[in-house]
Structure formats: structure tokens, C-alpha cells
């Protein structure tokens, strides 16, 4: 398949395998597989990631979920676990040790960041975090023990980007590794590993999969960094299941088309947004007022389905207009075929204190919307509604 480039293209053929015969994947659910022979069993043992000894190992139908993904990327090998979390904590464990310095960003993923605040620590783990707008100060951050920087960009739910080109060219001079998540981008609108990035994740859960009914995370780079990684894997357990890879290959073999129309969907609602009187701020990158709006036209292809927004009136505002609202559902996600709206002050409640969430920059009024595939339109007219309300 390495003739073929195209993102779309490799979506729908990058995991083919001439011995199956099946147009749609098989699914296989089963824990154990058998060996033929003492010798057999031996071979298959010693092969790690071996697909076809036990789950914990690897799955016939997960590497085929490895495969597309790693292709999409651009990277030599991807290992999929349970949830985005999974590949988050599972990458983190295996990277990091007693004694290591990490610099990370203030705006980033609530779950992340309660990582790297609250359970790093316990394993002599130290974290600095920065703002990530300002690329010195990744440098000025750096520590003789730095070992690990850690990005999101765009992140959730600010929607403020790094410049992954120039942090990862400090951490390569350096010898840090840099490990990015790309799960807003998606790969349709942005390829870290191009920009020099050593490792990317996507909570699978989200655009990847696309439907709202798959947990799953995964991870993707360099062979022998995800290889040591599966090592921590098989130890932590966090396996994916069977069924929740084989429904995330159905939904990535759509990613292209969904993304692209969540990319053009959100511009248009946040162009209308920006423009409404009630609003007192929007973040999306592809506005031209968006203060790194030529930093995402050079690194990012689309904008993505993801923007957040602030009324004039605050939380209370907020909390009127997410229950005005008629499409959009009130969840905890994104990247569905459905829009879904949420206060992400609300959401990682549980995950971080009011003091985190004023350190990362997340008001309690902030509303996130996630786009889906309704009519944009219908979208708008909705939101109109809801904004008169």
C-alpha cells in the first residue's frame, strides 16, 4: 500500500489481507487462540504483539484497527487499548520514571491533565505547565531531567494551538521525546508525526470512530517506542475489545468524508456565532480573528468539528441556552454524528478542582459545542432560537 497516499484511500484499504476473502473484517472474539505443536506454542509466545495467542497480546481484528490508524498517521506501528485514557496513562507509564521532568500544556484534556497533576506525583513524576501559545516557553521549562513533552493542539476545549514544528525541534535537540494528542484534529486535518512529533494518540471513542458507540484509544509512532509501550500494556491491561475495534474500523472508513463536512459545519457556526451580540467570545482556529489563525493555516489542512464559546451573560447564560437548544444533546463527547453541547466546567468536575480548571483557563461559562452531521443550517436556526431565548 506504500504507492497509495491519499488519506481516503488508505482509510478503505490499508489493513487489507490477501488470505481473507471477506469484504467486511471478520470479528474475533475469542480470548485464547491454540498451537498446534510444543514448538508452536514456544514461537508464539516469544513474538510480541503476536495477534494470535492471547487477547491481552493482540487481536487479528485490533491490528487491523493498528494498521489503518498507523497508516493514517504516517507512523511504523499503532497499539490500541481500551479508551483514550488507556493510551494516554499506559504511554505515560511506560515513558516515564522516578526523578523525570515533564512539561505540558495548561489547556488540554481534563483527563490528562489530572494525570499529570495528580498521579504523576506518586511516582516521583514532575510536571511543569506552560502556555502553549508561547513556544519559549516550552525552552524556558526544559529542566536537565525533562524527559517528555506533552501537547494538544488544537486543545479541548480552548482551542489554542502549539506550534508543533518548533517544539519538537527544541525537545529533538535536546533528547526529549514529544508525545501529542491529535484526537480534535483527527489525521483528515493534521499529521503531528509530520512535524516531528515521536508519538500521537487519539481517543478512538471520538471522530475516529465516529458513531457514539466505541471506547477505545490508541497510540502511534516509532515501532520500537509503541513496542515498548505494549510491554507496559500487557502489565496494565488495558485492552481494547474485539467488538469495540471492529466497530471503530467501520467508522474509520468514513472519517474522511465525516470530518470534512464537521469542518465546514463548525466554521459556519462559529462565523455566526462571532457575529451574534449575545457572544462575548468564540474560539475556533479557521477565524481569521483567532489569534493563531496563521499558525493553524500553516500546520492544520481543516479546522476540525470542535469550538467553544462564552456568552455575555456568563454561566447563567450558558445554562439557559444549552436547555433552549433542540439539536444538540447534552453529553460528554464529540466527533459523533449528533452535535453534542456541554460546559466543560461541569463535565471535569470530578477530574479537577476549581482551582485546576482556572489554571487551565476553563471558565465556568464556557460552552462546548461538538458538531455532528446535521445540516448546518438547521444548526444555526437552532442555535438562533436558543440565543433569543
Known amino acids: 500500500m506504500d504507492h497509495f497516499t491519499s488519506l481516503e484511500t488508505l ?13 467486511a473484517p471478520p ?26 495467542y492471547y487477547r491481552r497480546y493482540g487481536n487479528p481484528t485490533q491490528a487491523r484497527l493498528e494498521k489503518i490508524v498507523a497508516a493514517a498517521e504516517g507512523a511504523e506501528a499503532a497499539l490500541a487499548t481500551a479508551s483514550g485514557m488507556g493510551a494516554i496513562s499506559t504511554s505515560l507509564l511506560s515513558l516515564l520514571s522516578g526523578g523525570d521532568h515533564v512539561v505540558a500544556q495548561r489547556s488540554m484534556y481534563g483527563g490528562t491533565l489530572s494525570f499529570l497533576q495528580d498521579m504523576a506525583p506518586r ?10 501559545t508561547d513556544t519559549e516557553a516550552f525552552e524556558r521549562a526544559v529542566r536537565p531531567n525533562t524527559r517528555l513533552i506533552v501537547i494538544e493542539t488544537p486543545s479541548n476545549p480552548l482551542l489554542r494551538l502549539t506550534d508543533v514544528a518548533a517544539v519538537t525541534g527544541l525537545a529533538r535537540d535536546r533528547g526529549i521525546l514529544t508525545f501529542a494528542d491529535n484526537t480534535v484534529a483527527t489525521p483528515v486535518n493534521q499529521r503531528p508525526l509530520d512535524l516531528g512529533v515521536d508519538l500521537v494518540m487519539h481517543s478512538v471513542t471520538k ?21 515498548r509501550i505494549w510491554r507496559t500494556h500487557t502489565v496494565i491491561g488495558s485492552v481494547v475489545s474485539p467488538h469495540d475495534a471492529w466497530l471503530a474500523l467501520r467508522g474509520l472508513r468514513t472519517l474522511g468524508m465525516r470530518a470534512e463536512r464537521q469542518n465546514r459545519t463548525a466554521l459556519a457556526l462559529a462565523g455566526f456565532l462571532s457575529e451574534h451580540p449575545a457572544v462575548a467570545r468564540v474560539n475556533y482556529p479557521g477565524l481569521e480573528a483567532h489569534p493563531q489563525h496563521e499558525l493553524a493555516k500553516r500546520q492544520m489542512r481543516g479546522y476540525g468539528g470542535l469550538l467553544s464559546f462564552e456568552l455575555r451573560g456568563g454561566h447563567a447564560a450558558a445554562e439557559r441556552l444549552i436547555a433552549a437548544l433542540e439539536l444538540p444533546v447534552l453529553s460528554p463527547s464529540l466527533g459523533g454524528v449528533r452535535s ?12 479537577l ?25 438547521d444548526l444555526i436556526a437552532d442555535l438562533e432560537k436558543g440565543l433569543a431565548a
Open 207 to 227: 471522530t475516529l470512530s465516529g458513531h457514539s458507540d466505541v471506547l477505545a484509544g490508541i497510540v502511534a509512532g516509532r515501532a520500537d517506542l509503541v513496542e
Open 340 to 351: 453534542l453541547v456541554v460546559r466543560p466546567a461541569a463535565m471535569w468536575a470530578q477530574e
Open 123 to 132: 511516582f516521583g513524576v514532575e510536571t511543569t505547565l506552560i502556555d502553549q
Open 27 to 52: 470479528l474475533y472474539q475469542t480470548v485464547p487462540f491454540s498451537a498446534a505443536t510444543a514448538e508452536e506454542f514456544a514461537e508464539m509466545n516469544a513474538v510480541a504483539r503476536h495477534e494470535r
Open 353 to 377: 478542582t476549581e482551582e485546576q480548571l482556572a489554571e487551565a483557563g476553563v471558565p465556568s461559562g464556557l460552552i462546548r459545542f461538538a458538531v455532528g452531521l446535521e445540516h448546518e443550517a
Open 11 to 23: 482509510l478503505l484499504h490499508a489493513d487489507a489481507d490477501e488470505a481473507e476473502s471477506a469484504i
